[in-house]
């Protein structure tokens, strides 16, 4: 992606951390329309900004009408990192979340995704199932609320934040000051 080569350019250490995005959507999902009822959003035209954004950065993306709980994707997401498969794991994770519409909170999803990207699915069920990697988690989340992140994706450089999906123009701007 975009930020790899941010790293290359300007010879940066990525860090990522996760961020706590709807943490109280059940397993089963919930829909859009129930998730932002009340709150004065027009989805439709949400959706067309972001689909405008994500063309314009070559993003595959498609319409959804529902949000699932990425707690335990973010679990696996660290595991991945430690065995060296952070990137590829979160682009699996984007794939089948926004372009496939799955259910990244269902262990047998989170399975088939680490299979795909060379991981052992018994693996990351035994990990999910001892919450191995849930601490790390947590304290990402709590360094999240700390920096004042409030949306992802947010870039944190030089105690300034970038919010959302940005051209690659724009990140090499904030980050060259």
Same mark, same amino acid.
């Given at each position: ?39 004065? !959003? ?25 949000? !699932? ?24 994770? !984007?794939?089948? !979340? ?80």
């Amino acid at each position: 992606m975009r930020t790899a080569q941010l790293q290359q350019e300007f010879g940066l250490t990525l860090r990522h951390t996760v961020f706590p995005l709807h943490p109280e959507t059940p397993d089963a999902g919930l829909a859009l329309a129930e998730l932002f009822a009340g709150r004065g !959003y027009d989805l439709a035209a949400m959706f067309a900004r972001l689909q405008s954004v994500a063309t314009e950065l070559g993003l595959p993306l498609n319409a959804r009408a529902d949000t !699932y709980n990425s707690r335990r994707a973010q679990e696996l997401g660290k595991w991945a990192e430690s065995m060296g498969k952070g990137d590829a794991f979160r682009d699996a994770v !984007y794939h089948a !979340y926004f372009v496939a519409g799955r259910n990244i909170a269902l262990t047998d999803e989170l399975a088939t995704i680490v299979t795909s990207i060379g991981l052992s699915a018994d693996s990351a069920r035994q990990i999910l199932q001892d919450k191995t990697f849930a601490g790390a988690v947590d304290a990402d989340w709590q360094r999240a609320q700390q920096i004042g992140v409030t949306a992802v994706p947010t870039l944190r450089f030089r105690e300034q934040l970038l919010v959302g999906f940005t051209p690659y123009e724009t990140m090499r701007r904030f980050v060259s000051g």
